[in-house]
């Protein structure tokens, strides 16, 4: 069965205190990958896609690096308005759009 | 990326009804989906609206609990029938411009329900 699973579930970080979040997935046939960011109150916000192991993005003090087995979201020196959750998504092989989303890491930066 | 609206953005509403949810998109898009986001659970696909197509209902989702129409490139609605008090959840529209297997999708702000 296809999993995602993203670690820790919450995290609680000084203002630039840099840490990583992490997306392990067992899927059957990998498509791309997906980090969303979302708000309370509001729909998940797209920052990035990676398709194959060893691709890296970065935007602003968020870096997302891709393995054959895991994902990791790297956050340099945070700030509070980078607190939310962060969701990792698996895009499967089929041939359509079937996207499986983990629970996410509910990121708090405190000033 | 696109420019996503759902209504209403929350509803309170008796058990034994049904609500429409609403997704309008400000431009042309190939693919639309319905999700639903239940505290402490991770998105769920409900079912991909096509236009022109009957929708594809996920595991678990049948079209007489969800019905769904896509009547054209830019709208689509949900209805959640016959409402329990375990529809209660956030729903979800999202889109993606092609039909391409690994574009991205981008999501509305949300439909948070509650079933009493």
């Known amino acids: 069965e296809d999993q995602v699973t993203q670690s820790p579930e919450a995290l609680r970080l000084q203002e630039g205190e840099s840490s990583s979040l992490n997306c392990s997935y067992t899927?059957?046939?990998?498509?791309?990958l997906f980090w969303y960011r979302q708000d309370p109150g509001k729909g998940p916000e797209f920052l990035f896609t990676?398709?194959?192991a060893g691709e890296e993005k970065e935007k602003e003090r968020l870096k997302a690096t891709l393995t054959k087995k895991e994902s990791f979201l790297h956050i340099t020196a945070p700030k509070p308005e980078d607190s939310a959750t962060y969701l990792c998504a698996v895009l499967l092989s089929g041939g359509y759009q079937k996207v499986t989303f983990g629970i996410g890491t509910k990121l708090q930066v405190i000033p | 990326s696109a420019v996503i609206s759902q209504k209403p953005s929350r509803d309170i509403c008796q058990r034994g009804t049904s609500l429409t949810i609403q997704c309008q998109v400000d431009s042309q898009v190939t693919m639309m989906f319905w999700y639903r986001q239940q505290p402490g659970q991770s998105l769920t696909l409900i079912a991909t609206?096509?236009?022109?197509?009957?929708?594809?209902?996920e595991s678990g989702f049948v079209i007489d609990k969800f019905p769904i129409s896509r009547p054209n490139l830019t709208f689509s609605t949900l209805t959640v029938s016959n409402m329990s008090p375990e529809d209660s959840s956030i729903y979800l529209c999202?889109?993606?411009?092609?039909?391409?297997?690994?574009?991205?999708?981008?999501f509305g702000p949300g439909t948070r329900l509650t079933v009493l």
């Open positions: 999202s889109v993606s411009r092609t039909a391409t297997s690994t574009d991205t999708q981008y």
């Open positions: 990676l398709y194959s």
């Open positions: 899927v059957s046939g990998l498509r791309g």
């Open positions: 609206a096509n236009q022109g197509s009957e929708a594809t209902y």
